[in-house]
């Protein structure tokens, strides 16, 4: 089955720095590749997703990026505020009708004011 | 859209009683639901899979009988937690998705045996 590696396990930056959490998986078959951010004691919520035919995606502060080759996709934040602390976790499948999502083992991230 | 409501958020039981936790989809028909626990810090262990009308798929380790999964509908799913104890408690998150690969969450359920 997939297997998700998640790094770091924790990440803290300054206010207005960048941060970069990377996963990698096994599993070359997966191609579709979501992260989700959760507050304490709160739901998983989807940030970001990239499907396995683009390198790049992004979306105002954040970003992802996709190396199939090796096996690993990367979360990027700019300008990070405090309310970007939270639990990062990043995910990964093969998109079919029975899919399961295998998550990364989560990162905390705190921002600094 | 694509909202997942959780009832209840949190329960404290007695060992040795069952609980009911119900997972719905408030927006959308969900054809898959699925079921997690999540020990503090830690990540969130897929417990089960469920489609409508057909019996869940649950993972190694998990107990089918200790943990019932009902998918009687395209918008609600339970989790009955059968003969709790205190090794159960944890927080207890279930998704939904359409036909597509992304899935959402709900609020989740603490869920404390005493």
């Known amino acids: 089955g997939e297997n998700v590696e998640q790094h770091p396990s924790t990440l803290s930056v300054q206010e207005g720095d960048s941060a970069v959490i990377k996963c990698t998986y096994s599993d070359s078959a997966s191609n579709y590749f979501p992260w989700y951010k959760q507050e304490l004691g709160k739901r998983p919520q989807l940030i970001i997703d990239i499907r396995s035919n683009v390198g790049e995606k992004k979306d105002q502060r954040i970003a992802v990026t996709l190396n199939k080759t090796a096996k690993h996709f990367s979360l990027h934040i700019t300008e990070t505020q405090p309310e970007d602390s939270a639990v990062y976790f990043c995910?990964?499948?093969?998109?079919?009708?029975?899919?399961?999502?295998?998550f990364g083992k989560g990162t905390m991230l705190l921002v600094s004011p | 859209g694509a909202v997942v409501s959780q009832h209840p958020s949190r329960v404290i039981c007695k060992s040795g009683t069952s609980v009911k936790i119900e997972c719905r989809s408030l927006d959308f028909q969900a054809t898959t639901m699925f079921w997690y626990r999540q020990f503090p810090k830690q990540s969130l262990m897929l417990m089960a899979t469920s489609n409508e009308g057909s019996k869940a798929t649950y993972e190694q380790g998990v107990e089918k009988d200790k943990f019932l999964i009902n998918h009687a509908s395209l918008t609600l799913s339970t989790l009955t937690v059968t003969s709790a104890h205190p090794e159960d408690s944890s927080f207890y998150i279930c998704?939904?998705?359409?036909?597509?690969?992304?899935?959402?969450f709900g609020p989740g359920t603490r869920l404390l045996v005493l």
């Open positions: 995910a990964a499948t093969f998109n079919s009708g029975y899919s399961t999502l295998t």
């Open positions: 998704s939904a998705r359409t036909g597509e690969v992304t899935q959402y």
